[in-house]
Antibody
Framework: VQLLESGGGLVQPGGSLRVSCAAS????????MNWVRQAPGKGLEWVSV????????YYADSVKGRFTISRDNSKNTVYLQMNNLRVEDTAVYYC????????????????WGQGTLVTVSS | NFMLTQPHSVSDFPGRTATISCTRSSGSIASTYVQWYQQRPGSAPTTLIY?????PSGVPDRFSGSIDRSSNSASLTISGLKTDDEADYYC???????????FGGGTKLTV
């Protein structure tokens, strides 16, 4: 299993950025995918999840209304579109494969990518 | 919403047994499964324990998980400590009411 994030960088407050995660080594269409972030020197924070089919998504309260998760099953890629970025969104963003098709009370974050750093600063 | 509280740090000597706790602030610890993740410095997290006490293939049986309803907490126990076990450890569970995944603040283990 490989999860390769890309698209991170420096963006000004109020700006937008899209990060991507290219997956390989498993049947992408059978699993839910997540984004989890980690601010510098801080702990892990779950951000968003999308189920295998892409027709169900959930978000942390801290990003609801600003971030959008999507996936392209033909490209084995999951995306996180981040709008109206804030300084407190600065973090390494990890893509994480869920162990089941739909994320909920069952399953766990089975595999993690190496992350991509998003820095929000003027 | 609930929080998962972990000790900031734990330390012990090689060969000893360390235990890291994870206390749920509201609702029963048994209501949803608890997972544990290890994050070595500069690396991505990896899964140690899922569904309270299950180990993914490849995780040594020195790592074990449990829950205690009386203290409303989960525990990760690492026996036969090795210097290679030095890392941050995170517990995680699922908030049914808010359809959200909650992480503890993390515990730094020093061996």
């Amino acid at each position: 299993v490989q999860l390769l994030e890309s698209g991170g960088g420096l963006v000004q407050p109020g700006g937008s950025l899209r990060v991507s995660c290219a997956a390989s080594g498993f049947t992408f269409t059978n699993y839910a995918m997540n984004w989890v972030r980690q601010a510098p020197g801080k702990g892990l924070e779950w951000v968003s999840v999308i189920r295998d089919s892409g027709d169900s998504t959930y978000y942390a309260d801290s990003v609801k209304g600003r971030f959008t998760i999507s996936r392209d099953n033909s490209k084995n890629t999951v995306y996180l579109q981040m709008n109206n970025l804030r300084v407190e969104d600065t973090a390494v963003y990890y893509c994480a494969k869920w162990s089941l098709a739909a994320a909920g009370a069952f399953g766990y974050f089975e595999y993690w990518g190496q992350g991509t750093l998003v820095t929000v600063s003027s | 919403n609930f929080m998962l509280t972990q000790p900031h740090s734990v330390s012990d000597f090689p060969g000893r047994t360390a235990t890291i706790s994870c206390t749920r602030s509201s609702g029963s610890i048994a209501s949803t499964y608890v997972q544990w993740y290890q994050q070595r410095p500069g690396s991505a997290p990896t899964t140690l324990i899922y569904e309270n006490n299950q180990r993914p293939s490849g995780v040594p049986d020195r790592f074990s998980g449990s829950i205690d309803r009386s203290s409303n907490s989960a525990s990760l126990t690492i026996s036969g400590l090795k210097t290679d076990d030095e890392a941050d450890y995170y517990c995680q569970s699922y908030d049914i009411n808010n359809h959200a995944w909650v992480f503890g603040g993390g515990t730094k283990l020093t061996v």
